[in-house]
């Protein structure tokens, strides 16, 4: 592709983030399987999707929709490798875009909102959390119906984000918890 468009031709952007994507997924796999080759497919996936961003931003308007999609695959495979202060910056740029170019109720807007929570939820800033999620949460739901299937992933997070802050603040005010602990 790259012989026929330009290196940083829209087209061959998608494709360059198709193939990192791939080997994400192959990479994620040999890691759960025990195999070497996990790393390497990793550190190959990640400099591809900045790859994409980059040329995202070269081609693009500020703000646009499919940077923010850009800025969600490297991000993504930041946080499942555990460096959440590189994935971040990306999950917040990536929804700011999406609020400024779709607008803030735009399901892809709402949708952007898990990740992020997720990484709060992950890093133990359950507050910062709590409210990302429940507005994910409620946008869902007034897109789809409260029983869509689409809302109950982020209805669980929910749940247990507002589960940890409860046992958090039960525990800090004195609180037994379930094992007869403080």
Known sequence: LEDSLERDHLHTLRAVNNLASLLMKEAMQAHLTGGDEG????????????RVVDGREAALP???????????SPAGLLTATGRTKEAEPLLHGATSMYEASLGPNHPVTIKSLGPLAFLYYQTGRLKEAEPLMRRSVEGEISIYGADHPATVPSQRMLSAIQEGIFNSNSNSNGIENENGNE
Do not use: V, Y
């Open 39 to 50: 790393s390497n497919r990793l550190e190959e996936a990640e400099a591809l999707m900045r």
């Open 62 to 72: 500020p703000n646009h929709p499919d940077i923010a999609r850009g800025m969600t």
